[in-house]
């Protein structure tokens, strides 16, 4: 399985249809690299949200990719069957549940929890997936996962001097004024700056939300 660790999210995001056909073939790693360099932020920060410990939450991530490997072949990107986006969070739904239901009954239970039918001990409790990542908190990390990767490939583009500007004004919130001083330019070229990047960052998620979707 793919390594969490050092690899760079920005050149990672090829079109979903191109991306899907080359990990039929299971053996072709290079593609279940970028598979896993695409999505594993996004899932490893739902499975966070949906209350999983770090462990956990990586546990979540690799059995989500080996299930994606196992169920792909019966995947077909027909709009009129489901997205790929809402495929995605059913597998990851059932994974973060798995997590669950794998602590110990002694230990704290998960936010979500549903009681058995019966009513019984606290082990035949089962998690709802459902409850556990809701499609609210799915499509809400889905865009800031979006954004995160449209600013890192707008950034690789950007002009070193101005990636520092819009980073200073807009993601660290120092005053304009600072910043000119700062970077030494105008203050006029800090607000246009600013208005070009945000604007060059909003485009280029809208076009990865509609190779991703």
């Known amino acids: 399985m793919p390594s969490m660790m050092g690899h760079d999210l920005s050149d990672s995001?090829?079109?979903?249809?191109t991306l899907l056909a080359r990990l039929k073939d299971r053996q072709d790693d290079r593609s279940?690299?970028?598979f896993f360099d695409t999505y594993w932020r996004l899932l490893y920060g739902?499975?966070?949200k949906a209350g999983l410990t770090e462990v956990e939450a990586q546990d979540a991530v690799q059995e989500t990719l080996v299930a994606v490997a196992q169920r792909l072949d019966g995947f077909r990107p027909d709009p009129a069957l489901g997205s790929f986006k809402h495929w995605l969070l059913q597998i990851t739904r059932c994974r973060i549940a798995d997590q669950f239901r794998k602590r110990s009954p002694t230990g704290p239970p998960g936010p979500a929890f549903r009681e058995a039918p019966t009513r019984t001990a606290t082990?035949?409790?089962v998690p709802d997936p459902a409850s556990l990542l809701h499609e609210e908190l799915w499509e809400q990390q889905w865009q800031h996962h979006l954004t995160d990767v449209a600013m890192e490939r707008v950034k690789r583009r950007a002009s070193p001097r101005h990636w520092l500007i819009f980073q200073q004004l807009v993601l660290e919130e120092c005053p304009p004024r600072e910043v000119a001083v700062h970077c030494g330019v105008s203050l006029a070229l800090v607000y246009v700056t600013r208005h070009r990047i945000a604007a060059q960052i909003k485009r280029e998620a809208r076009r990865l939300e509609k190779e991703l979707r």
């Not at 995001?13 to 249809?17: A, D, E, G, K, S």
Request: without cysteine.
């Open 32 to 34: 279940w690299q970028e």
């Open 13 to 17: 995001i090829p079109t979903r249809q």
């Open 123 to 125: 082990i035949e409790r």
């Open 46 to 48: 739902v499975a966070r």
